[in-house]
RNA sequence: GCCGGCGUAGCUCAGGGGUAGAGCAACGCAUUCGUAAUGCGUGGGUCAGGGGUUCAAAUCCCUUCGCCGGCACCA
């Protein structure tokens, strides 16, 4: 006798250890159809599997996460077993779910081509009607990588030597073709239904190492039902349509030229909107007692040199020669500020120093990693550099925390996640001197109500550092900010002040940032609006459309006004219909659009229409200047 | 950097050995109009760059550059 628990509470006696399909089957009939797996004691395991003893049990459905993933999962056994068909020279490595699907990467000769893709999702949706039986098997360790070897699949006999010794060896029979695998699966193909698609090719590197062969990666995404196909489609189209780089060119704001690989033409617009962002952080630095300073772009070698980047960031620097001397266009603005801070003697009053610059950096990335405004090479980050005692680390994050929030809410930013990243094994500094500044930026946080996600090893070589990774409307993270705590480089280049005992002392370096680097923060910031940014930051914030040439010369009057109360405002007399004149500001994403005609002309007030609004307002002028000042003006939050 | 795809008018794209095309945009003329596209007309090209094959190349081949999707990288 066999006493199953189900999720409700209630029990079930079994005469014999039943399956999982026949507890399905037991609860009812349409739960055995869906059953896709089941979970005993918290374990998701084959449906086939016998239940021997007393145990806590659920059915795992398609409307589970983890039914989904086991669909996902065997869509990518599936995608497998139709190339082996399609072409039985591939090797099949490794397939996995990810985030919204899965994929596989294959071994071959020659890359697939586009064509080959429709004839694999063909094969697959075969494959599903054939409902082919997943059968799980285990094997001896000795006797599977001598299988594998055999029929030519290298890299699964490779798999199995990297596992641990003595354990025993899963493999998953489904029709001819059978994988290795932990599983669990489906009991058959035909549970994985139809709602997938093969989305995209790729090269992928072995065990994702650089060092090793290229393979053939297919990307697919998998559902349970085709409703949850079709709307995942839709949001990938909807992802597209805010495309910063496709905005960025119909809102006129930049353009990526071939001249120029990685760096960005700025139009009128697109520079306008550059400089509201930068001038509402200098604002904000400023009144959060920050000094401002501008370092140069080109620096003698030597100086790298001294700082340890010439050793390790050689590759990603730009160089430059004059009178035989090498210069290199600075990738960071770090080592400028420590010479700013070496001019005269520091003393321990004076501290901290927070020294921020918009300091323009190139990095030669590489040409395959360069991406719109999101991966530049030339760009501008709101760095800055504080400069304190090791006492002063836990208020300085504090304070730092503080005002980063504060930014991201003013840019409409509210879901943030805050990454800790702790020592790693190749570090510089003694572990009390690690402990202290772990200790302190945690402490900080906490005091600034942060929540931290662990990022075990991953500080930089100098010192621990917290990541603050904005979500934006549609879910996508995009890491921004960061605080690096730093005991190394003060020391390289000989950065001292003097403290209360008279004695030379190294300073702390804080590297900070908020937005990262402007490029792309304003790539989030087009993205995450889809193109209809908030009103004080939008690059034109009203428009004055005229419905006849009569109402011209008050129109001027209306726009002079709005101008004169700080509002960025064009103004549209052209002999055009006053439909056409809408729909095009409208899809210019103009937030403000001020209809005047000959009433309005008379009676001295403008019609308001919003973007994205059907509805007008009618206005007196005086009101519509005051009002449409105070919402243009922005964030009041921290104005110095 | 690596794998694959792509590069034709400002934009979106058709054309695939024999005279370079469309829509939108731009420009001109007419229209003076009440909340998301008025009509007619005109101009616009090193078919990414270089080399080759051919009587003839946007088209086929080689190569360089750039872009796109991944991978690797992201100090």
């Known amino acids: 006798m066999v006493q199953i628990t189900l999720p409700d509470g209630s029990v079930r006696p079994f005469e014999r250890p039943p399956s999982g399909a026949e507890i399905a089957a037991a609860i009812g009939p349409g739960l055995a159809k869906a059953a896709l797996a089941i979970r005993v004691d918290g374990k998701i395991k084959d449906l086939a599997t016998v239940i021997e003893r007393d145990a806590k049990i659920?059915?795992?459905?398609?409307?589970?996460?983890?039914?989904?993933?086991?669909?996902?999962?065997?869509?990518?056994?599936?995608?497998?077993?139709?190339?082996k068909e399609l072409f039985p020279e591939t090797q099949v490595t490794i397939g996995p779910v990810i985030e919204n699907g899965f994929y596989y990467d294959f071994a071959r000769p020659t890359p697939f081509v586009p064509e080959d893709i429709e004839k694999i999702e063909a094969r697959m949706h075969e494959i599903v009607k054939r409902d082919e039986p997943l059968k799980r098997e285990v094997w001896q360790r000795d006797k599977a990588v001598g299988f594998f070897d055999s029929i030519g699949e290298k890299y699964k006999a490779e798999l199995i030597h990297s596992f641990p010794a003595g354990e025993d060896i899963s493999l998953y029979r489904q029709g001819e073709f059978i994988d290795l695998c932990r599983g669990p699966h489906l009991p058959s193909t035909g549970k994985l239904g139809h709602a997938f698609k093969l989305m995209k090719l790729a090269g992928a590197y072995w065990r994702g190492d650089s060092r090793n062969?290229?393979?053939?990666?297919?990307?697919?995404?998998?559902?349970?039902?085709?409703?949850?196909?079709?709307?995942?489609?839709?949001?990938?189209?909807?992802?597209?349509?805010?495309?910063?780089?496709?905005?960025?060119?119909e809102m006129g704001l930049f353009h990526l030229q071939d001249i120029a690989p990685g760096a960005v033409f700025w139009h009128p617009?697109?520079?306008?909107?550059?400089?509201?962002?930068?001038?509402?952080?200098?604002?904000?630095?400023?009144?959060?007692?920050?000094?401002?300073?501008?370092?140069?772009?080109?620096?003698?070698?030597?100086?790298?040199?001294?700082?340890?980047?010439?050793?390790?960031?050689?590759?990603?620097?730009?160089?430059?020669?004059?009178?035989?001397?090498?210069?290199?266009?600075?990738?960071?603005?770090?080592?400028?500020?420590?010479?700013?801070f070496r001019q005269g003697i520091t003393s321990y009053r004076q501290l901290p120093i927070r020294m921020a610059e918009f300091g323009a950096c190139h990095r030669n990335e590489p040409s395959g990693a360069l991406h719109g405004l999101m991966r530049v090479r030339a760009f501008t980050q709101d760095d800055a550099h504080i400069f304190c005692t090791e006492a002063q680390?836990?208020?300085?994050?504090?304070?730092?925390?503080?005002?980063?929030?504060?930014?991201?809410?003013?840019?409409?930013?509210?879901?943030?996640?805050?990454?800790?990243?702790?020592?790693?094994?190749?570090?510089?500094?003694?572990?009390?001197?690690?402990?202290?500044?772990?200790?302190?930026?945690?402490?900080?946080?906490?005091?600034?109500?942060?929540?931290?996600?662990?990022?075990?090893?991953?500080?930089?070589?100098?010192?621990?550092?917290?990541?603050?990774?904005?979500?934006?409307?549609?879910?996508?993270?995009?890491?921004?900010?960061?605080?690096?705590?730093?005991?190394?480089?003060?020391?390289?280049?000989?950065?001292?002040y003097v403290g209360e005992d008279g004695n030379k002392h190294r300073p702390v370096m804080l590297h900070r940032a908020i937005l990262g680097s402007f490029e792309r923060f304003i790539g989030i910031l087009i993205e995450h609006y889809a193109g209809k940014l908030p009103l004080w930051l939008a690059p034109e914030q009203a428009v004055v459309a005229t419905i006849t040439d009569k109402a011209a010369g008050y129109a001027k009057t209306v726009a002079a006004a709005l101008k004169e109360a700080g509002i960025r405002t064009v103004l549209d007399l052209r002999n055009e219909?006053?439909?056409?004149k809408i729909r095009e500001h409208s899809v210019a994403k103009l937030p403000l659009i001020l209809v005047v005609g000959a009433r309005e002309a008379e009676e001295k007030s403008v019609a308001l229409r919003r973007l994205g609004g059907k509805a007008q307002e009618i206005l007196a002028l005086g009101d519509a200047v005051a009002r449409l000042k105070e919402e243009a003006a922005g964030p009041r939050s921290g104005a110095a």
Request: proline share 4%; hydrophobic share 40%.
């Open 393 to 496: 680390i836990p208020e300085e994050t504090k304070a730092f925390c503080d005002l980063l929030m504060g930014v991201y809410r003013d840019f409409g930013f509210t879901d943030v996640v805050v990454k800790f990243s702790d020592r790693p094994a190749l570090r510089a500094g003694a572990d009390e001197t690690w402990d202290k500044a772990e200790k302190a930026l945690k402490d900080a946080t906490q005091a600034a109500g942060l929540e931290t996600i662990l990022n075990p090893g991953e500080g930089a070589f100098y010192g621990p550092k917290l990541e603050f990774v904005l979500r934006d409307t549609i879910g996508r993270e995009w890491q921004c900010g960061t605080l690096q705590v730093d005991f190394v480089l003060p020391e390289r280049l000989d950065a001292n």
């Open 58 to 83: 659920a059915i795992v459905t398609p409307k589970d996460k983890d039914g989904l993933d086991l669909i996902r999962h065997d869509a990518a056994h599936v995608m497998a077993e139709a190339v």
């Open 269 to 340: 617009k697109g520079w306008t909107l550059y400089r509201t962002a930068l001038e509402y952080m200098r604002r904000r630095l400023e009144g959060a007692g920050y000094v401002e300073v501008n370092t140069p772009q080109l620096l003698d070698r030597s100086l790298w040199e001294a700082s340890g980047h010439w050793e390790k960031f050689r590759q990603a620097m730009f160089t430059s020669e004059a009178e035989e001397k090498v210069l290199a266009i600075k990738p960071m603005n770090c080592p400028c500020h420590v010479q700013i």
């Open 213 to 249: 062969e290229m393979l053939q990666r297919i990307y697919g995404t998998a559902w349970a039902d085709e409703k949850q196909l079709k709307a995942y489609l839709t949001m990938l189209e909807e992802a597209e349509k805010r495309d910063h780089r496709r905005l960025g060119r």
């Open 577 to 580: 219909k006053i439909d056409y």
